[in-house]
């Protein structure tokens, strides 16, 4: 499974971004899309999940702020951010796992995109 990830951006804090993640070869097998994020000097962190039947987890951090859904007909998934705030700021990554368990460490994901910045201005 190839993924692009697309939407990043900059914000105002209490803005909105959504992220897209386009994939692209093995798609007829069903898999877990995640996102994760990476803030400079810190480590990649999981930021939610959903799987091919649309149940989906979040990380804490966003719980209530963000959205993940897909669209399976079209191999994308997106990520909805609403209520944006500087320690959002991160560059945002796509994954994918083969399987319907959502995971939240990064090494059970096996393909990724290339990352999309989000900047969260205070």
């Known amino acids: 499974v190839q993924l692009q990830a697309s939407g990043g951006g900059l914000v105002q804090a209490g803005g909105s971004l959504r992220l897209s993640c386009a994939a692209s070869g093995r798609t007829s097998s069903r898999y877990v899309m995640g996102w994760f994020r990476q803030a400079p000097g810190k480590e990649r962190e999981f930021v939610a999940g959903i799987t091919w039947s649309g149940v989906t987890y979040y990380a804490d951090s966003v719980k209530g702020r963000f959205t993940i859904s897909r669209d399976n007909a079209k191999n994308t998934g997106y990520l909805q951010m609403n209520s944006l705030k500087p320690e959002d700021t991160a560059v945002y990554y796509c994954?994918?796992?083969?399987?319907?368990?959502?995971?939240?460490?990064?090494?059970?994901?096996?393909?990724w995109g290339q990352g999309t910045q989000v900047t969260v201005s205070s």
């Open positions: 994954a994918a796992r083969l399987g319907s368990v959502i995971r939240a460490s990064r090494s059970e994901y096996d393909y």
